[in-house]
């Protein structure tokens, strides 16, 4: 039989590494489905919407460098969207197979028609349409190249007809190259920052995800300055381990503490980080930024200095011309205040809660202690991004992967799915919350078929937390915020698999530490207090007044008890707006 283009398609994707496609098969994807078979060397993952096999593709792609999925022609296109969008966002080299309908019927208005090329113009950093057996190859390897070093997702359009075609060899080469650059300031920038670091004695350090090479480095280099460091959410499992200047995070989920560094500091240098949140950057300090693409330097702050360089190659280079500074007073008055969060942030986890009524910090503080050294954590958008940021520690071992972009409900369970494939050795723990669970609710059906021994912890506080809270400082009272939720632990039995639900405070080390032991999947959904907050770093006033506003509508509009309900349940948060 002679090879097809569905065929070389295989061959190339596995060559690069790829082991699994990621994709609900039809119409125009049957002959990659069937190639896929025939070959032995790619595994087709079977997931119930594509847009979970997209959030697998993606968490798969940070773990392991490259990834893939696919979309038959018309919705499978649609239901790619928002995952691709997510792993583009987030730097990620995902390759997405948009099979589309016969090329002789382009144009012409056919049944599941899309226009692939304007569908994926904003998510991806390739995205092109073969309508010959020879641009095959030549795409699909410029593709790879694209996801690889662009970092982001690549599209290949492949018409069902042209999948089935006779296989032409290409003329160009169909290698990938991986290469490793160094990439650093020049020797007159790194003098001139330098110069900043040394001649300024309060200097603090903020890194994001392009730092989580350079751990080493960057102690080093805060040990010189005598500088705390911060970090972003996705920056946190590379740069809290080990590290005696860590001051926490900042940011809509992050600490005082943090804050407090950044904006008491002569000095704050931005080192593999686009932090997005304008408001908690300080703008009276002078700001270094580095980082390894151009475009984004000065985008969210004014620079004093904007420099592009790898973090790694950065500060390798830039360490033999900081001094040692002796005064160190600045960096221990932040570990102090340090201490002193921290200290805080544990009295909502010795304080447990009730009766469906459990405490999420003393959830998430629990699954931190049950959790393996080495486990993989997913979070879903929402309030399980607070709990898992404040309360699930590093330990230079552990990973955790989010929506945290693309800000997207419902992508904790298939980022599970996506890193538990990727690594079958390693303790998959996925806090969902309810609303983001109820979401893609078809794919705990994916975690069967496969056997994945994925732990699905759901705070189930029956109601769309971060949205509520959202509400109520806009001064506005929550509507439709809360949720009717069916009994997830029997859903997930249903499915085939363990399902625990608690209700108590006291059985939920037991519930997790069964979970924990427990060879297969299990979903453990927990009844968490609807009622807690999760405060940013800092307050502002507006948002105290906003929050009183709301109270006030919902004693007005008969709602007294849920007020009372409220402020009892939180009155040590609601200290903190005062």
Known sequence: MSKKVADQIVEILAANGIKRIYAVTGDSLNELNDAVRRSGKIKWIHVRHEEAGAYAAAAEAELSGLACCAGSSGPGHVHL???????????????????????HEFGADYFQSTNTLKLFADCSCYNEVATTALQVPRMLQSAIQHAIHSKGVAVVGLPGDVAAFQAEESPVALQNYRSQSIMRPSDDELNRMAQLLNQNAKVSIYCGIGAKEAHDEIIALAALLKAPIGYSFRGKMAIQYNNPYEVGMTGLLGLPSAYHSMHESDVVLLLGTDFPYTPFMPTKNKIIQVDEKAERLGRRAKLELGLCGKIEDTVTALLPLIKNKKDDSFLKAQLSLYEKVKNHLQTYVNDTGGEDKISPEFVASAINDLAAEDAIFTVDTGMCCVWGARYIQSTGKRIMLGSFNHGSMANAMPMAIGACL???????????????????????????QYQLPIKLVVFNNRALGMVKLEMEVQGLPDNETDMVNPEFALIAEAMGFKGITVHSPADVRGALRDAFNENGPVLVNIMTNPDSLAMPPKVEWQQVKGYALSMSKLILGGRMEEVLDTVKANYKHLSELT
């Open 81 to 103: 969207i928002n995952g691709l969008y997510d792993a583009h966002r987030s730097g990620l080299p995902v390759i997405a197979i948009a099979s589309t309908i016969a090329t």
């Open 422 to 448: 990727n690594n079958p050795e390693r303790q998959v723990v996925a806090l969902c919350g309810d609303g983001g669970l109820s979401m893609l609710l078809g794919d705990l059906a994916t975690i069967k």
